[in-house]
């Protein structure tokens, strides 16, 4: 195994890695910007080393500063987590070319899924099923047009370089395509300076599963089964599950095979996801790979008993693969909803700022993957992801009502959280059924009327409450023997300033 | 903490974030840990124990439910789960009708309610300053607070720099 690892990433992520080094006994390195000094990955880590400014493009992103970091602490591996440098060619490659390992896919399975063209056609030959669609590159807006009258309307009009919800439109009518097809090209040259595009058929009520696949160097590929991911807003996932609760079962192991047919098809090695598209008749079609460990994993590892982020680091230090096929098995039912600073009521507006109260659950069946702490910051730069909140039971109705009871409990105040909203779908009939699709949630929240404000007697009391901490804090302040600083709470010291300023 | 203390009953105004009208509050400190509050003309006697900086356990009747209380620009901001209720909580002698709060004895001092550093100064001598307005930013028990002019005026004096420290009572600022 590997002495020391060097850590690429940040938040949730960063904490998940270091804590699987700290399992495995190795060191770990951190990275960070300027804001993330005292960010809770670098307070855990072993050594950690400044890279720069606060937005990414200057510090996370900026390969050369990373390799110089892991070179000068002597960090043997570097774990990308996801996002930033995890699907990065030329940052394995450099990597290679410094004698530190990387811990994911080597770099020729990325770029083999990284190209949304290429991966179709690699797919195709593996006998995967792929939506159908173009399988070659559209040349000019005379070859898509007459393409899409092949493939037939809806259709969704996607670029070669995009993926995970980026560079995509749906074209309903024939009329629709130019704009579309405008949008699609200026977004794909500015996001990914690659303006290829591809068509797929649009799947009327699609449902979004995915495989869970790890592979070792010695040839060895095996799955986890599938998460359920339909549960998106604006093409971001923000309630998962597994098992899926409507896959039927034929369907499960098909899917998991074909899962496993896709990576060697690429000459896979690592923590891998294969997504599919499955319509309402259970038909499954490949979408694309992600070449990295998912943010989603904890609940693939709840339900099998696996631990994806330490296999990542056995397996890329050449270790065979911890687990047989068969010795992989679905037990129980896991569900993440991924706690966010954004206001849901406010068109989930980011809400970056200062976790003045956190309060996280615990108790039977709950895990919560932070990367904050009370008093830290959430910043502006990064993503706003507080935590993601896992709930495990021994069927699907006990991880829902565990998930409630966490909910409950999970107390997060100094800014917005989309909690009220886990709230709302963990109560909806719909999810309880299992009966939505992709579209659930732009059809469904009504931000307005599923606001539940503080009514009646429970007013009163919050109101009361305060009243009394203020009548509290003003006692103290005028108490000449009160001692400063170290005694008085942060919450009495505020008051004091709010009971005796004008 | 609470053993040989004596709080005097007090009397609020709560103004509400989301605009209803102000609302009466009335606070008669009871024994223990027990008040006797009002709102508007509505009774409850409520136990409320401090369990952590910004939290109180508060039982009302048997019932008991945990309360965070923070400050966000300006306003309290009262939670539980996934919900929050801002408002701002004025002292009646200090509050005219018509939604003002009157200004206080010593309005032409800006002085520390707490020990901290100042982070920032945000005007300068001779700026015209409106009620409200933030002047300094000062950060105590880890937190950025904001420090309001306490009426409106013209800033005569600056006594204080960002890094410097500063005990409760200190003058910061003078207004004319």
């Not at chain 1, 950690?48 to 002597?74: D, F, M, N, Q």
């Not at chain 1, 037939?152 to 074209?171: N, T």
């Not at chain 1, 929240?445 to 007697?457: D, L, N, S, V, Y």
Request: net charge negative; aromatic share 6%.
């Amino acid at each position: 195994l590997f002495r020391r690892v060097l850590i690429a990433n940040r938040g949730e992520i960063a904490v998940r890695v270091i804590r699987a080094c700290r399992d495995l006994g190795i060191e770990t390195v951190a990275v960070y910007s300027e804001a993330d000094r005292t960010a809770l990955h670098v307070r855990l880590a072993d050594h950690a080393v400044p890279i720069g400014p606060p937005p990414a493009l200057e510090s996370y992103l900026v390969k050369e500063k990373i390799i110089e970091a892991a070179k000068r602490t002597g960090a043997e591996a570097v774990h990308p987590g996801y996002g930033f440098l995890a699907e990065n060619t030329d940052f394995s490659a450099m990597l290679a070319d410094a004698g530190i390992a990387f811990i994911g896919p080597p770099a020729a399975a990325i770029a083999a899924m990284g190209d949304k063209v290429a991966a179709r056609q690699a797919m195709e030959r593996a006998k995967v099923p792929c939506v159908p669609g173009t399988f070659d590159t559209l040349a000019d807006d005379a070859e898509v047009e007459r393409a899409a009258r092949e493939v037939g309307y809806p259709i969704m009009l996607k670029a070669s370089a995009g993926g995970g919800g980026k560079g995509m439109r749906f074209v309903h009518r024939p009329e629709e395509l130019h704009a579309a097809l405008r949008g699609v090209r200026s977004e794909a040259k500015s996001s990914f300076g690659d303006d290829r595009l591809y068509i797929e058929r649009f799947i009327e009520s699609p449902r979004h599963v995915e495989v869970q696949v790890m592979a070792d160097q010695h040839g060895h590929v095996v799955h986890c089964f599938e998460r359920e991911c339909t549960l998106q807003r604006r093409h971001q996932k923000v309630v998962e599950e597994s098992p899926s609760p409507v896959l039927r079962e034929d369907v499960r192991l098909k899917m998991g095979e074909i899962a496993v047919r896709a990576a060697q098809a690429v000459g896979y090695v690592g923590a891998g996801t294969i997504e599919f598209l499955v319509d309402p008749k259970q038909n499954f079609y490949f979408l694309e790979m992600n070449t990295r460990i998912q943010v989603e994993h904890p609940i693939t590892e709840e339900v099998t008993g696996t631990d994806l982020v330490r296999a990542q680091i056995e397996v890329a230090a050449g270790l065979p693969l911890p687990w047989e096929q068969a010795q992989i098995r679905q037990r129980g039912h896991a569900i993440e909803c991924r706690v966010y600073a954004e206001d849901p009521f406010n068109n989930f507006l980011p809400s970056p700022g200062r976790i003045q109260v956190l309060r996280t659950p615990s108790g039977p069946g709950i895990r919560d993957d932070s990367g904050v702490y009370e008093g830290a910051v959430v910043s502006r730069f990064y993503d706003p992801m507080i935590s993601k909140l896992v709930a495990w039971g021994p069927d699907r109705k006990t991880a829902i009502e565990r998930m409630r009871r966490a909910l409950a409990e999970y107390r997060v105040h100094g800014l917005a959280t989309n909690l009220a909203f886990h709230h709302w779908v963990l109560d909806h009939p719909k999810f309880l059924a299992g009966d939505f699709d992709t579209g659930f949630i732009d059809r469904e929240w009504k931000p307005e009327a599923q606001r539940a404000p503080f009514e009646g007697e429970e007013r009163d009391l919050a109101i009361a409450a305060a009243a009394v901490a203020l009548t509290e804090g003003a006692a103290r302040a005028a108490a000449p023997a009160a001692p400063s600083g170290s005694a008085q709470h942060g919450w009495i010291a505020t008051a004091r300033r709010e009971a005796t300023r004008g | 903490v609470a053993e040989s203390r004596k709080l005097a009953p007090a009397s609020y105004v709560a103004e509400l974030a989301d605009e209803t009208a102000p609302l009466s509050v009335d606070v008669t400190p009871l024994a223990g840990s027990r008040f006797k509050i009002k709102v508007e003309e509505r009774p409850i006697e409520i136990e409320a124990e401090q369990v952590g900086p910004h939290t109180f356990s508060v039982r009302l009747g048997d019932r008991v439910v945990e309360l965070d209380t923070t400050w966000s620009e300006g306003n309290l901001v009262v939670g539980t789960a996934g919900k929050e209720l801002a408002f701002r909580l004025i002292d009646r002698r200090r509050y005219r009708a018509g939604g003002d709060a009157a200004t206080g004895i010593g309005q032409r001092e800006v002085k520390a309610v707490m020990p901290g550093k100042v982070v920032a100064v945000l005007v300068n001598v001779g700026d015209e300053v409106e009620k409200g307005q933030s002047l300094l930013v000062l950060e105590a028990m880890k937190m950025e607070n904001e420090v309001r002019s306490p009426g409106s005026g013209v800033v005569q004096e600056i006594r204080v720099s960002p890094g410097q420290a500063v005990e409760t009572g200190e003058l910061m600022l003078l207004l004319e």
